[in-house]
């Protein structure tokens, strides 16, 4: 929710950018460029290959036929060199020619190529673009629930079948893993343990070796509670390598710890016998996913699902689609757009075909440069910042720059009946690898009175989101506090109110974006402030008005 002014235009390629400003999985569009590097470099590994190659042919000749000449030669070698051209010929061979042979092995091919990939180095993703897209696979994981081999053999709900997927291997299954380790999170590393050992397990090969996937595995196993499976699989670490010396540590520990239980479970009378298997059964229900910071992440989880609130027959029985002409205005009298209510309370109204595909295309087209990582407004400092919670790429289109923005301000003060001269500048975002933005308001709240004190407009009346794609599984936009989804489609809008008329909050527009599953996210959004509504949207202290 963080404001934003005019920003200048400062790039025109992804490689202008700095390598401080990465943060390449936060989005898709930006990705698609790292594609065409690889391409490059792939093109550039070819010709070293083909360097390469032609350099080992010369030497490879010149070796058959010296091979030739050096086995005619050593059956007779007086006889040989008693011919002055032989002995000639031998002379200026050893010193010149191996010498020559010399300078072509030792020439470097890879000149070339290095230093494409050293240029081209510096633009690459980091460690943080790699965890980043890392934690997304299990984020997406979690949020549809999807099981381990699901995701490892690529087979996603609506993913294009026509598009080439690499499955991933025991090293990718590994990583994953890994990464959750490095967070304590015990939960995905027994997941994406497990899924490597399956594969190694199925005959696939690869540099991990079992011993090192057992001992991730157990300790992660023994960190969950599960004292006996952390023992089985330290068992089996040890039949592999029995000299293993935190594996032999872990089994003595292990099974003193498995002891000492079951001698506490023998001196339990029948009660405490009970108590205890309720409290296993309890441990074992809750054994999943760290805690989490987000009270309504069940909820949302859901509503990304698919699972939201249906709506009573008598409420759905209210909500229609119209022709919309605003009141007779003049530009929709003839052609009025199509609008269509997506929930009652609070009013979510979709309106149709609001952007036409070469729109969405130049508004794209100015965006993508200047992409940079989306932040949220720091509700205590008022500083922007990245969030983990927000996974997209974000820049602003000001209405001066270009035809079609300006256009596009003036289609939503035309169809919305809002002045949007005092409303934030045209805001365009991408979606990276499972791109998201968790539950939040648009609006200021009263623990924030300075959140757009710097715009000098008000505060958020109402927000515009415009879908500049359409979505094969996953990215909805739900509304957690009343179930409500609304599913991305391309050139449409969704509108609402944040403010009540009376000025006051509406906390039922409490919203997120879902994560994007399988596609690439394109959304574009205005933010519509109070100041100028004075007499388009009159101020009443009924609420429900």
Known sequence: ???????????????????????????????????????????????????????????????????????????????????????????????????????????????????????????????DDQTGAAKALMRLQDTYRLDTQTISTGELPGTNTDVTMSPMTVEDCFELGKIAYSDADYY??????????????????????????????????????????????????????????????????????????????????????????????????????????????????????????????????????RYFDNNRHPLYVLGPVKQEDEWDRPRIIRYHDVLSNSEIEKVKELAKPRLRRATISNPITGVLETAHYRISKSAWLTAYEDPVVDKINQRIEDITGLNVKTAEELQVANYGVGGQYEPHFDFGRKDEPDAFKELGTGNRIATWLIYMSDVPSGGATVFTDVGAAVWPKKGSAVFWYNLFASGEGDYSTRHAACPVLVGNKWVSNKWIHERGQEFRRRCTLDESD
């Not at 091979?67 to 007086?78: H, N």
């Not at 002055?84 to 020559?100: I, Q, S």
């Not at 540590?249 to 309720?278: M, P, T, W």
């Open 1 to 127: 929710m963080a404001p934003r002014g005019v920003w200048c235009v400062l790039l025109t390629c992804l490689f202008c950018t700095s390598s401080a400003d990465k943060d390449f999985f936060t989005s898709i569009g930006q990705m698609t460029d790292l594609l065409y590097t690889e391409k490059d470099l792939v093109t550039s590994l070819k010709d070293y290959i083909r360097a390469e190659e032609s350099k080992l042919e010369q030497v490879k000749k010149w070796a058959q036929k010296l091979d030739v000449l050096s086995a005619t030669a050593t059956q007779d070698p007086e006889g040989f060199l008693g011919h002055p051209v032989n002995a000639f010929k031998l002379m200026k061979r050893l010193n010149t020619e191996w010498g020559e042979l010399e300078s072509l092995v030792l020439k470097d091919m890879s000149d070339g190529f290095i230093s494409n990939l050293t240029i081209q180095r510096q633009y690459f993703p980091n460690d």
């Open 188 to 321: 995905h590393t027994e997941l994406w343990m497990e899924q490597a050992l399956k594969q190694l397990d199925g005959g696939e090969e690869s540099t991990v070796d079992m011993v090192t996937i057992l001992d991730y595995l157990s300790y992660s196993i023994y960190q969950q509670g599960e004292l006996e499976r952390a023992l089985d699989y330290t068992k089996r670490l040890l039949k592999l390598d029995s000299a293993h010396q935190r594996a032999n540590g872990n089994l003595k520990y292990f099974e003193y710890q498995l002891a000492k239980q079951k001698k506490v479970e023998a001196e339990e009378g029948l009660k405490e016998k009970e108590k205890r298997e309720r409290e296993k059964r309890e441990a074992s229900e809750k054994k999943g996913r760290p805690a989490d910071y987000l009270p309504e992440r069940r909820k949302y989880e859901q509503l990304c699902r698919g699972e939201g609130i249906k709506m009573t027959p008598r409420r759905q029985s209210r909500m229609f689609c």
